[in-house]
């Protein structure tokens, strides 16, 4: 005995609907710091609209955003305004690492400079570029969009999960009792040998570089 | 274009009386003085009372592994006089270890945040100063990096901070 349905009524599980609104309104806070700032901005301006995709919204205080767009390098001094405004905002939110600079540290490999944001916040989307165009931003919130109607919950389980971290988290110390550091983990420094001549390549002192 | 009767002159010579002989220069206009330590703020004091009255800048120069620097620091005083538009630079030379010169900041308020910098960077101190903390590197920061003896890429200060997971929010 098939329930008749209208044409106008979808079926749907609560978690998806959820997501689905999610994705749709995202409110983007604006962390930028440097010339993808710019970018930044040219991606809420009128000529590439980001209203189209329902994330014009920029908000200046944490609290009213759920989607962190970490446009510029961040320097040491920065990263703890960074987390600080990263806790601030609710759950669910997420993290958009805009440029070489955010996810790398880019050109600046100096003492300031922090050698990606992933290393200390956790990051759901990188864009490359230097700074990226406008349409790799938009490109960047669209597969993000996807990625909240896949693995959104509305209690927001997919944060807590694991595996979720595993593959950003800091270069640095140890995780699972494998160390991260490039320098002291043969795992890692496998991956890097040098394919013409076999030698391995050199890591430094074994200092934190 | 040098000519013998312009205030810059006057001024050097009047230095040069009062305070003995002292090494000057000039390279296309810009006449350059090197002092010691010691007499740098009776010198800058005297100059400040001769025209010269707009500290310009200070800052500093690591010549750690420079070819055939006789010292470690030199310190960089620019001075411009806001009559004639005249430029002057003051060098002093200093050495490991505690370089050390006079603060000017009773003569020119606006050396405070300048000397903070020269502090923060090159790790000069400056006697006297009302205010000696960091300016732009953080305040937990223990070294001055733009010496030349600090590695590029730091001592893993860039790295020490807690790392915030999912969990944490």
Redesign the interface.
């Known amino acids: 005995m098939a329930l008749e349905l209208p044409e106008n009524i979808v079926v749907s599980k609560l978690d998806e609907l959820a997501s689905w609104c999610r994705k749709n309104s995202l409110w983007p806070m604006p962390f930028a710091t440097a010339c993808c700032g710019i970018e930044l901005m040219a991606t809420g301006a009128s000529k590439h609209d980001l209203a189209r995709f329902g994330a014009e919204v920029f908000r200046f205080s944490p609290r009213q955003c759920d989607l962190m767009i970490v446009a510029g390098r961040v320097v040491m001094k920065m990263l703890p305004v960074l987390q600080r405004i990263w806790l601030q905002m609710h759950e669910p939110k997420w993290c958009i690492s805009m440029g070489a600079c955010a996810s790398t540290g880019g050109v600046f490999d100096t003492y300031a400079v922090v050698q990606g944001i992933d290393r200390f916040i956790p990051v759901d989307m990188y864009v490359p570029g230097c700074p990226p165009r406008p349409e790799q931003l938009i490109q960047a919130i669209i597969d993000l969009q996807d990625k909240i109607q896949r693995e959104g919950t509305i209690n927001g389980r997919e944060f807590n999960t694991q595996n979720r971290q595993a593959t950003k988290r800091a270069l640095i110390g140890d995780f699972e009792g494998v160390s991260l550091d490039a320098s002291r983990n043969p795992l890692i420094q496998r991956r890097f040998i040098d394919r013409t001549s076999g030698n391995q390549p050199v890591f430094g002192t074994g200092e934190i570089v | 274009m040098t000519s013998t009767s312009s205030p810059i002159n006057d001024v050097l010579e009047s230095l040069l009386g009062r305070f003995g002989p002292l090494t000057t220069s000039t390279f296309r206009g810009q006449t350059r003085v090197v002092v010691q330590p010691d007499a740098l703020f009776e010198v800058l004091s005297f100059l400040k009372d001769s025209g010269f009255d707009l500290l310009v800048d200070v800052t500093s120069v690591d010549y750690l592994e420079y070819r055939g620097a006789p010292h470690r620091y030199g310190m960089v005083y620019l001075l411009a006089s806001t009559e004639t538009g005249q430029r002057l630079t003051l060098r002093v030379f200093l050495d490991d270890p505690n370089p050390c010169v006079p603060s000017v900041v009773s003569l020119w308020e606006g050396a405070n945040w300048l000397e903070r910098e020269v502090w923060d960077l090159f790790g000069i101190r400056f006697e006297g100063h009302p205010d000696l903390r960091r300016l732009?590197?953080?305040e937990e920061f223990t070294a001055h990096?733009l010496r030349k003896d600090?590695?590029?890429?730091?001592?893993?200060?860039?790295?020490n901070?807690?790392?915030?997971?999912?969990?944490?929010?």
Do not use: A, C, K, L
Request: net charge positive; hydrophobic share 25%.
């Open positions: 732009v590197m953080p990096p600090y590695p590029m890429q730091g001592r893993g200060e860039r790295h901070f807690p790392i915030i997971t999912r969990d944490h929010s």
